[in-house]
């Protein structure tokens, strides 16, 4: 077997003054974004919704950003160099997950709901319980792929430092969180939409430069990409096989299922996906919006194999490991190769450029899951469920443009269970300073882990908590109030006690605490049970509850959100 290509380390010097400075171009551009949008508007409507104007191809460019993190640009390709067939398998997940949403949700979610998925149960249940279990699940499954963008974040910039140093992952992961918390804190969803595309129009330039330069080095062929690629791989053909990384034992093979089930399903249950469908004046643009993303997806994870298999054909991966043991360097040392390779002005351009890409990858995505956390505790948890039973739906009385224009209480001044709207933005407001640092500190913990493994777990308690709630309010006439309270614990809590009792966090080298092992559940991701838990506690909920579904509530539900009659 061929010996790889030489390690390539990170630029230092002159060089690393330039990557520095591009970070810092993309940080600035940013913040100047966020002040500019943040001044045009103040109201609910636009730091949750962003004023409903948005168009369906802008849209559909944020939901790419939102979706497109740290997770799919620095994890899967990471993944797919050091495991091959089984990496390419989370490219796959991620993108199924979309005819999901496009099928069951998108159009729905935006017709029955106001600026949360807690406003569309609210529809037909109409109870301070409800909106709290759904609230708190979200604001847990957002903070599941916080850590995740964190720790993306804090390896990016510990290889461009050249140090494997854990201060060096520190300091960037608190810089990173004090960023978010700006960019919510002051633009809203406005402002995170348009860093959205801004970032989704980035990273896919990046993605096609990087894949035309990788094939140009081929002559386009793929079969001997993927030659070289196995050589390089330490496993030879097994790594364009099945089996590399969940194939070693009945335990692994379930392992993977209970992937792919959490990858296709979860979706459908993210907050900051969902959120985003309320920034569309129409269902009709809402659909639309997904049928963009889903091109902008699904090109990008076929380049995103295409870059993995290039990081070990031209990498290898031994060296891709040694820079990250979980591989999430691959992207931007294959950056350096084919830009000529280290101690090249090329070869350090483009590593200074695709860092930079991704690191505005992080920054966009942890902006967009500030956002939709900090809405579901403010909207839901503090105004609708603590502060007094919401109104009718949830909703506010609506206000004309020509009042909301002139101020006073028509920008912001309607009471909502006893909170003003102005009040309630507030509370979102430092809800995301806190929530900020709650990610902040468990990304600490992380940063030895895979990016697209975290965020795997995040798709596993978003598709047992929000996933069958959603789904049962939209089409079982029977549910209750009482089913939607179990089906959100019952698979909340199951999804989040299976990780901490697993390898993930206990007795294996990459769990968070390597030197202690109280772990009993075998599986690292714990969708395979958890996600049938939410349902079938949603099913017992409604049998046994005592009061009976409210027929004239479904029926107003069915028809908001299939016709949008009395959509906000």
């Known amino acids: 077997m061929r010996t790889a290509t030489p390690p390539p380390v990170a ?3 002159d060089h690393h003054d330039l990557a520095i400075a591009l970070f810092a171009v993309i940080v600035l551009v940013t913040l100047a974004i966020t002040v500019w949008v943040g001044r045009r508007g103040s109201a609910a409507e636009d730091f949750y919704a962003g004023g409903r104007d948005f168009t369906p ?3 559909g460019f944020a939901l790419a950003g939102d979706y497109l993190s740290a997770a799919s640009f620095l994890g899967v390709a990471g993944l797919i160099a050091l495991y091959g067939y089984d990496g390419v398998l989370y490219s796959i997940g991620f993108l199924v997950a979309w005819l999901v949403v496009l099928m069951l949700v998108a159009e729905l979610v935006r017709n029955a709901g106001r600026y949360t998925l807690a406003d569309v149960l609210a ?5 301070r319980k409800v909106r709290a279990a759904a609230g708190g699940a979200s604001v847990v499954v957002t903070l599941f792929y916080l850590v995740a963008q964190m720790v993306g974040a804090g390896s990016l910039v510990a290889l461009l430092l050249g140090t494997n140093s854990s201060g060096a992952r520190t300091w960037t992961i608190v810089a990173v969180g004090g960023l978010m918390i700006v960019y919510v804190t002051v633009g809203g969803m406005r402002a995170t939409t348009w860093i959205q595309i801004v970032k989704a129009v980035l990273l896919v330039a990046g993605s096609v430069l990087l894949t035309v330069l990788l094939m140009m080095r081929f002559h386009g062929d793929v079969a001997e990409l993927m030659r070289q690629a196995a050589q390089h791989s330490g496993a030879g053909r097994r790594y364009l096989e099945p089996g590399l990384k969940y194939g070693a034992s009945v335990t692994s093979r379930l392992d993977f299922f209970s992937l792919g089930l959490a990858l296709v399903l979860g979706t459908a249950g993210l907050p900051h996906i969902l959120s985003r469908f309320y920034t569309v004046p129409t269902a009709r643009a809402a659909r639309r919006s997904t049928m963009w993303a889903i091109g902008l997806v699904g090109g ?8 993995g298999l290039g990081a070990t054909a031209l990498v290898g991966s031994a060296e891709v490991r040694h820079a990250n043991p979980a591989g999430n360097t691959a992207v931007p040392l294959l950056a350096l190769v084919l830009g000529g390779g280290n101690g090249s ?8 450029l ?3 890409i991704a690191f505005a990858t992080i920054l966009a995505v942890v902006a967009g899951l500030t956002l939709a956390s900090s809405a579901a505790f403010a909207h839901d948890i503090w105004a609708g469920a603590w502060r007094g039973r919401p109104r009718r739906g949830g909703r506010r009385a609506a206000v004309p443009a020509s009042r909301r224009a002139r101020g006073g209480r028509a920008r912001g001044e309607h009471a909502r269970g006893g909170a003003t709207e102005r009040e309630e933005v507030g509370v979102a407001r430092i809800a995301a300073v806190v929530i900020g640092a709650i990610a902040i500190a468990l990304s600490l913990f992380a940063q030895q882990m895979n990016v697209a493994f975290l965020v795997g777990l995040a798709f596993a308690v978003a598709a047992s908590a929000n996933l069958p709630v959603l789904l049962y309010s939209l ?3 029977r549910f209750t109030a009482r089913g939607a309270v179990w089906s959100v614990y019952g698979g909340l809590v199951p999804a989040v006690l299976l990780v901490a009792f697993s390898p993930v966090v206990s007795g294996s ?7 202690v092992d109280f772990h009993w559940f075998p599986l690292e991701n714990p969708g395979i049970v958890s996600i049938p838990l939410g349902f079938l506690a949603g099913w017992i909920g409604t049998l046994t509850s005592p009061e009976p579904a409210d027929a004239d509530r479904y029926a107003e539900l069915e028809v908001r959100s299939l016709t949008g009659a009395g959509a906000a």
Do not use: E
């Open 345 to 352: 002005t090329g070869g350090v351009l483009l590593f200074a």
């Open 57 to 59: 191809l802008q849209n």
């Open 300 to 307: 990008f994870y076929l380049m995103a194999i295409a870059l």
């Open 509 to 515: 080298k990459a769990a968070l605490f390597p030197g």
């Open 11 to 13: 630029p230092t010097g």
């Open 354 to 356: 695709i860092s930079a």
């Open 123 to 127: 529809l037909r249940l109409r109870r």
């Open 475 to 477: 089409f079982w006439r």
